[in-house]
């Protein structure tokens, strides 16, 4: 989420022209880079929440984007609400607190704990 903002930034800075050249410049493919750049549409709210996602210790995040590609083909920010909460909701479920597999981490900013998949 932070790269899709801070490559938005640029494009809208004038730093580079278009998708293209931010794929050019990163070695990364036009596609992929547009991958990236759908987050800019969610919800400010849900753009926020994504930002402040705990801090993963060990192991995989428990969301990313090709998980969102859902929600981020929603135009309607309620529609999209709707899906990210479904999207929280399986992932407590899938992995839930106590679970051999999840682990707890105590988040920097909010001194809570807060768990995921391992």
Do not use: Y
């Not at 730093?15 to 070695?27: C, F, G, P, Y």
């Not at 880079?33 to 993963?56: G, R, W, Y």
């Not at 981020?72 to 909701?89: I, Y």
């Amino acid at each position: 989420m932070a790269l899709a903002i801070h490559f938005d930034g640029m494009s809208h800075a004038g730093k580079v022209a278009n998708i293209s050249e931010i794929a050019r410049l990163t070695h990364v493919t036009q596609p992929r880079i547009t991958q990236l750049m759908n987050l800019c549409h969610l919800a400010p709210d849900i753009q926020e929440e994504i930002l402040f996602l705990p801090l993963v210790m060990r192991g995989r995040d428990p969301i990313h984007e090709h998980m969102l590609r859902g929600v981020t083909a929603c135009a309607d920010w309620r529609e999209q609400r709707s899906a990210w909460r479904e999207l929280r909701r399986d992932i407590e479920i899938a992995v839930p607190l106590g679970h051999p597999e999840a682990r707890v981490a105590l988040h920097p900013r909010l001194r809570v704990a807060v768990h995921g998949r391992s």
